[in-house]
């Protein structure tokens, strides 16, 4: 059952994975390409850097010609002192169009029904309230940013275990042993995490309209007046740590 459940939320991740991908294709395919050829050339730096350093470390020491390995490591700092700013600016740009999208397609989905009956519905608002990214204070754009820093990641550490495995295999299996247990028990902990997010949207929604009325103006008065400001605190307290 534990074998299934873990093979359940890889599958779960590699799903949303590309789900995330095809939803920046469909809200800006020049931005989305862009980022990914962006993510995958700084995921390819600190591999290239340590075999171009390699060469020309190697290349001194035997009196080789160095020109090679010397204009890699140059051009390779240079591309990434452009790069940077760039992937930047092109995630940042994602972020804000794929979250306009998403709020575009939450309104139309609202005021499409007749009536206004869906609107009380509480799982309904728990849902509205996910999409947003309320639960997680993260907007669904955000995953343009946060997502490449996962793949150049992912990339630099492949290619850093090929490089280590040419060498001493031994240590690239004992490396790679020991990630993928770190990655297990982290993985699990967020997935844990998730789930608990998610499953008690309403509580947290509670806590947050709570926390709303105590720090906006809008119900100062009546906060007041009623001497619920500890009240207000105790029980977004209690509700953020159930």
């Known amino acids: 059952m534990r074998q299934n459940g873990a093979v359940g939320r890889g599958w779960g991740a590699r799903v949303a994975s590309t789900r995330l991908?095809?939803?920046?294709?469909?809200?800006?395919?020049?931005?989305?390409?862009?980022?990914?050829?962006m993510t995958v050339a700084r995921g390819l730096f600190f591999p290239i850097l340590t075999l171009a350093s390699g060469a020309l470390v190697g290349a001194l020491r035997d009196g080789r010609p160095v020109a090679v390995p010397l204009t890699v490591v140059i051009t390779a700092f240079a591309v990434r002192r452009i790069l940077d700013p760039l992937l930047?600016?092109?995630?940042?740009?994602?972020?804000?169009?794929?979250?306009?999208?998403?709020?575009?397609?939450?309104?139309?989905?609202?005021?499409?029904?007749?009536?206004?009956?869906?609107?009380?519905d509480p799982d309904l608002r728990d849902r509205v309230t996910q999409a947003q990214g309320a639960v997680t204070a993260v907007s669904p754009g955000e995953a343009a940013t946060r997502m490449p820093t996962v793949w150049v990641d992912w990339i630099q550490g492949?290619?850093?275990?090929?490089?280590?495995?040419?060498?001493?295999?031994?240590?690239?299996?004992?490396?790679?042993a020991s990630y993928l247990?770190?990655?297990?028990?982290?993985?699990?902990?967020?997935?844990?995490?998730?789930?608990?997010?998610?499953?008690?949207?309403?509580?947290?929604r509670r806590s947050y309209y709570l926390r709303t009325l105590a720090l906006t103006g809008d119900a100062a008065k009546e906060t007041r007046v009623f001497g619920l400001g500890s009240w207000l605190v105790d029980e977004n307290r209690s509700g953020w740590l159930a």
């Open 21 to 37: 991908l095809r939803l920046f294709y469909a809200t800006d395919r020049r931005l989305t390409v862009a980022l990914v050829a």
């Open 88 to 120: 930047a600016q092109v995630s940042s740009l994602l972020t804000r169009r794929v979250d306009e999208e998403l709020i575009t397609r939450t309104m139309r989905e609202l005021i499409a029904p007749v009536g206004m009956a869906h609107m009380e």
């Open 158 to 176: 492949t290619l850093a275990l090929a490089i280590v495995g040419r060498s001493y295999p031994l240590l690239a299996v004992a490396l790679l």
């Open 181 to 204: 247990v770190a990655y297990r028990i982290a993985r699990k902990h967020w997935h844990e995490v998730t789930l608990v997010l998610y499953h008690r949207t309403d509580d947290l």
